[in-house]
């Protein structure tokens, strides 16, 4: 018997049918498959072309030997929660550790977004923060990010935000993405500060620093001080990125310790399975990684974008680890081209960005080939 899709949509809540499922950089094997290609490269997710410390490899590997695939890993995450108070100088009671930074976000928004509340974010922001609104039925209330021709084009404008906040009294939440996915875009330390001091105290402001380490020193933001003067103030970092462990997903919050107690509350009991933890743990260890990350993606970045400047390209100012690039004209027939020369980047469409595409720096080889590939795209 056939099911009737109406009664299947029937009851489901108007959030949910809202929702646009989240589109993600396509992975090697599908455009392997789809177009037959056996040399792939994958510039789409802002993963770490380096891969992950041999110290990650070599703690999965003991972890596995021992044989303990069949128990439940450690639910309060004791010893990553210990490494990580001693990095950040911080009380483990403030720290929550999730599924990916993601699952944060996530956590934030189920405690508190909701119907007649509403959830603060630039235009032009990570995919994932309209996405958590929404399926807590929350308005997403989008604030006018920098015009194109600013020298900051289509980053957050954290004045625009406080006037917004200033003439709404239904948002309890606000997500910063600092430097911002997908511009690359960043604000400075007197820009947030300016913000939070103006923010109400039962507004909770998640500052999303998933890109942090690649920004240059001068130009980084260090908002862990601050915690103590703002407690509704939540920074989340992620192991996705520079520690090059998207596989495994490990993400945390830094926050109030009442925040983290909420959080807490929200969470699957082992959201965090032991592989991640273990290998968030090997990966924190190796800082030595971490800098000869930052030493390639900086110089790459530089290199990158004075080339497709050259190119006549509009390149965004970016402090994260790509570029986003416009064509001035729609980009998906160049994002076509460099599928076939088995390139992927992201299409930012559905950011509405059409004209734009955005390149996760590689390594010298891997951003020579994408150069080498757009150059035909180009020509064609
Ligand atoms: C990649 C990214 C994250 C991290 O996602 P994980 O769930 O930790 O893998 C968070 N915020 C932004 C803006 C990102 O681009």
Same mark, same amino acid.
């Given at each position: 018997?056939?099911?009737?899709?109406?009664?299947?949509?029937?009851?489901?809540?108007?959030?949910?049918?809202?929702?646009?499922?989240?589109?993600?950089?396509?992975?090697?094997?599908?455009?392997?498959?789809?177009?037959?290609?056996?040399?792939?490269?994958?510039l789409a997710?802002n993963?770490?072309?380096?891969?992950?410390?041999?110290?990650?490899?070599?703690?999965?590997?003991?972890?596995?030997?021992?044989?303990?695939?069949?128990?439940?890993?450690?639910?309060?995450?004791?010893?990553?929660?210990?490494?990580?108070?001693?990095?950040?100088?911080?009380?483990?009671?403030?720290?929550?550790?999730?599924?990916?930074?993601?699952?944060?976000?996530?956590?934030?928004?189920?405690?508190?977004?909701?119907?007649?509340?509403?959830?603060?974010?630039?235009?032009?922001?990570?995919?994932?923060?309209?996405?958590?609104?929404?399926?807590?039925?929350?308005?997403?209330? &989008?604030?006018?990010?920098?015009?194109?021709?600013?020298?900051?084009?289509?980053?957050?404008?954290?004045?625009?935000?406080?006037?917004?906040?200033?003439?709404?009294?239904?948002?309890?939440?606000?997500?910063?993405?600092?430097?911002?996915?997908?511009?690359?875009?960043? &604000?400075?330390?007197?820009?947030?500060?300016?913000?939070?001091?103006?923010?109400?105290?039962?507004?909770?402001?998640?500052?999303?620093?998933?890109?942090?380490?690649?920004?240059?020193?001068?130009?980084?933001?260090?908002?862990?001080?601050? *915690?103590?003067?703002?407690?509704?103030?939540?920074?989340?970092?992620?192991?996705?990125?520079?520690?090059?462990?998207?596989?495994?997903?490990?993400?945390?919050?830094?926050?109030?310790?009442?925040?983290?107690?909420?959080?807490?509350?929200?969470?699957?009991?082992?959201?965090?399975?032991?592989?991640?933890?273990?290998?968030?743990?090997?990966?924190?260890?190796?800082?030595?990684?971490?800098?000869?990350?930052?030493?390639?993606?900086?110089?790459?970045?530089?290199?990158l974008?004075?080339?497709l400047?050259?190119?006549?390209?509009?390149? *965004?100012?970016?402090?994260?680890?790509f570029l986003t690039v416009?064509?001035?004209?729609?980009?998906?027939? &160049?994002?076509?081209?460099l599928?076939?020369?088995?390139v992927i980047v992201r299409?930012?469409?559905?950011?509405?960005?059409?004209?734009?595409l955005r390149v996760t720096l590689g390594?010298?080889?891997q951003n020579?080939?994408f150069l080498?590939?757009l150059?035909?795209?180009?020509?064609?």
């Amino acid at each position: 018997m056939s099911t009737e899709p109406e009664s299947l949509t029937r009851n489901v809540l108007p959030g949910i049918l809202g929702i646009q499922a989240y589109s993600p950089g396509m992975p090697i094997d599908e455009l392997q498959r789809r177009l037959g290609l056996a040399d792939v490269i994958k510039l789409a997710s802002n993963e770490n072309p380096l891969g992950a410390s041999p110290r990650v490899r070599d703690a999965l590997t003991l972890s596995v030997g021992h044989g303990n695939l069949a128990l439940y890993p450690d639910g309060s995450g004791f010893r990553l929660k210990q490494k990580l108070a001693a990095y950040h100088d911080i009380e483990p009671s403030r720290i929550t550790l999730g599924n990916g930074s993601n699952d944060l976000l996530e956590f934030l928004s189920r405690i508190y977004a909701g119907p007649g509340r509403a959830v603060m974010f630039s235009d032009f922001a990570f995919a994932v923060y309209p996405l958590a609104a929404q399926a807590q039925h929350a308005q997403s209330v &989008i604030v006018p990010a920098y015009p194109a021709d600013h020298a900051m084009a289509y980053g957050h404008d954290l004045e625009a935000f406080a006037r917004t906040l200033a003439g709404r009294g239904d948002v309890s939440l606000v997500f910063i993405a600092n430097p911002n996915n997908p511009t690359g875009t960043w &604000i400075t330390p007197q820009q947030i500060l300016a913000f939070l001091e103006q923010v109400p105290p039962q507004v909770i402001v998640a500052l999303d620093e998933a890109y942090w380490d690649y920004q240059d020193p001068a130009l980084r933001t260090d908002a862990r001080p601050w *915690l103590e003067r703002f407690p509704n103030l939540v920074i989340t970092r992620t192991f996705s990125k520079i520690y090059g462990i998207a596989s495994l997903r490990a993400g945390y919050a830094l926050s109030h310790a009442t925040v983290a107690d909420l959080l807490n509350r929200v969470r699957q009991p082992f959201n965090n399975n032991n592989l991640a933890l273990v290998a968030a743990e090997a990966a924190l260890d190796d800082q030595e990684f971490v800098r000869r990350s930052i030493q390639l993606n900086t110089a790459e970045r530089e290199r990158l974008a004075e080339s497709l400047r050259q190119r006549g390209l509009k390149v *965004l100012p970016s402090q994260a680890n790509f570029l986003t690039v416009g064509f001035g004209r729609d980009a998906a027939p &160049i994002h076509q081209g460099l599928l076939e020369r088995g390139v992927i980047v992201r299409p930012m469409g559905s950011y509405g960005l059409p004209q734009f595409l955005r390149v996760t720096l590689g390594t010298t080889a891997q951003n020579d080939r994408f150069l080498q590939a757009l150059d035909q795209s180009l020509s064609t």
